[in-house]
């Protein structure tokens, strides 16, 4: 079976509760309301399957540094949250938009930046000739899609935020920390994905 419809077939109703938004899930709205942005979670079709991720710059407006999927804002011209994936997984990593096979869009996510980010599930070839944008992106690596799955991995960690403590996820590959709003939506998808 092709990996785009195994993962299909293994998406489910999830298992426990979902995370919602940075802050607990109580991020505020801003005055503006959210801001519509997207990610792409792309899963490389190999036998044992990774995911991309990047580490972002340090001198980023928002989550300067940090470990996340490719993504960002969705623009008018995007048609929506699928097209703002793909075109800002080209711009950041340049990940051809017609090598990806969307999934699925999987559950939105809340951050205290003002963003309702809807992930984009999809499967691109294994080994692609890939290239950081050099403003935005110091590195692409891809973590497997089984560590990222396992709930051993999920660790809880909080810190305090505003005068109130926060509480999120962080996974520890190597010398990477993945945390914040990319740490929860990988263990939203844990939740939804039975695998292998």
Do not use: C, K
Not at 74 to 103: F, K, M, S, T
Not at 125 to 132: E, K, Q, R, S, T
């Amino acid at each position: 079976m092709m990996l785009a419809e195994r993962l299909r077939t293994r998406l489910a109703a999830p298992t426990g509760p979902l995370q919602t938004g940075d802050l607990n899930g109580q991020a505020p709205m801003p005055d503006g309301g959210w801001r519509p942005a997207a990610v792409l979670i792309a899963v490389t079709d190999r036998a044992e399957p990774g995911v991309l991720l990047t580490q972002r710059t340090g001198d980023l407006r928002t989550h300067a540094g940090q470990v996340a999927f490719p993504g960002g804002s969705i623009d008018p011209q995007d048609g929506g949250a699928i097209g703002a994936a793909l075109r800002e997984a080209a711009e950041e990593i340049a990940l051809p938009v017609n090598a990806a096979e969307v999934v699925a869009t999987l559950d939105r996510y809340h951050t205290v930046t003002g963003f309702e980010v809807t992930p984009v599930l999809a499967v691109v070839p294994a080994d692609l000739p890939l290239i950081p944008h050099p403003r935005e992106v110091d590195a692409i690596f891809e973590v497997p899609l089984a560590f990222l799955l396992d709930p051993a991995n999920h660790w809880r960690g909080s810190r305090w935020h505003d005068g109130r403590e926060r509480h999120y996820y962080e996974l520890i590959f190597g010398e990477r920390r993945i945390w914040g709003a990319t740490a929860a939506m990988i263990v939203n998808l844990a939740q939804r994905l039975t695998w292998p």
